[in-house]
């Protein structure tokens, strides 16, 4: 991490809800450091033992992924060590991107049911809205 607002924090703790894509983040991240052969080992992390490496030198970094959970917060809040990110799935951003994905998605149907001679913006921008508002910035 070269950024000086994390200095003295050598473990990055990115939390958010099922679905925030954590684990795809984290994963790509590791992946692209170990093509780099900067990254020596990639595993999870199923118990908490591992608190001991705060004790670790500054040059060794982490990455934890998890839902923010209670038991997770309560141990992680209080370390200075760890620089929090929460990653949430209720920006704009996400919702702009959730829109395009579905009217591109749309329109390919459109594209494939030509006989029945959909409307150009079907299914119409309120239907669309609702689609997006439903799916709570969610991909599933």
Known sequence: MTDHTFEGQNILWLYGLSGADKSTLSTTV???????????ALSSLSSMHWMKTWKLPSAFR??????????ITDILDVQPSV??????????????????????????????????????????????????????????
């Open 30 to 40: 590791a992946e692209y450091f170990r093509e780099l052969g900067r990254l020596k």
């Open 62 to 71: 982490f990455s934890i992924t998890s839902r923010a959970e209670s038991d």
């Open 83 to 140: 620089a929090q990110k929460e990653l949430s799935i209720t920006t704009d951003s996400n919702t702009e991107d959730i829109h395009m994905f579905l009217r591109n998605e749309m329109g390919t149907i459109r594209q494939c049911y030509k006989m029945y001679d959909l409307a150009s913006d079907w299914p119409g921008g309120s239907v669309l809205r609702d689609l997006v508002r439903r799916s709570t910035g969610l991909f599933i």
